[in-house]
Every structure is written in structure tokens, then in C-alpha cells.
């Protein structure tokens, strides 16, 4: 998958996080798109490196949305709680 996979992918699947967590968000929206991409990327690592599987098969696959969007929420639980100590 490409460059422009990923950020579309990390775009969908920020989107997709910030709906399962709802809530006040010290970021706006380019901090979501940002922590879905990383998320992307971390959902796609830790599939590989946990469970042992290619989770970035291709855009397409559930696998890959799957990984995806738990790392998404996976980075916007940390964003929160660390960004809510800061401002608190």
C-alpha cells in the first residue's frame, strides 16, 4: 500500500476512533488525521508483531481497517490522557 493508502487509511480510520470515543478533544481535526495515520501504522505493527500476521495485506481488507482503527484508539486514549494532564 502506498503513501497515499496510509493517509487515506489514517484519515477513515481517525474518523472511525473519534466516533467509538466520543468527547472533547484538546486537538482539532488535523490532530485526529494525525493520530489515525500513526494509528494506522501502529495498528499495522503491533498486528505483525503480536499476532504474527500481515495485517496490511491491502486497503480493502478487513484486517487491515481492523488494525487500523485500534491503533487509532489505541494513540487517542494516550493523546487524552496525556494532553488532559497537561491542560488540567
Given at each position: 500500500?502506498?503513501?497515499?493508502?496510509?493517509?487515506?487509511?489514517?484519515?477513515?480510520a481517525g474518523i472511525i476512533a473519534k466516533v467509538l470515543m466520543?468527547?472533547?478533544?484538546?486537538?482539532g481535526i488535523i490532530i485526529t488525521?494525525?493520530?489515525?495515520?500513526?494509528?494506522?501504522?501502529l495498528g499495522g505493527w503491533l498486528g505483525k508483531v503480536i499476532f504474527g500476521v500481515d495485517s496490511v495485506d491491502g486497503f480493502?481488507?478487513?484486517?487491515t481497517w481492523i488494525a487500523a482503527i485500534i491503533?487509532?484508539?489505541i494513540l487517542l486514549a494516550?493523546?487524552?490522557l496525556f494532553a488532559g494532564r497537561r491542560h488540567a
Open positions: 500500500m502506498g503513501i497515499l493508502g496510509w493517509i487515506l487509511l489514517g484519515l477513515l466520543p468527547g472533547r478533544d484538546p486537538g488525521i494525525l493520530i489515525g495515520i500513526a494509528g494506522a501504522l480493502f481488507e478487513l484486517s491503533g487509532s484508539l494516550l493523546y487524552r
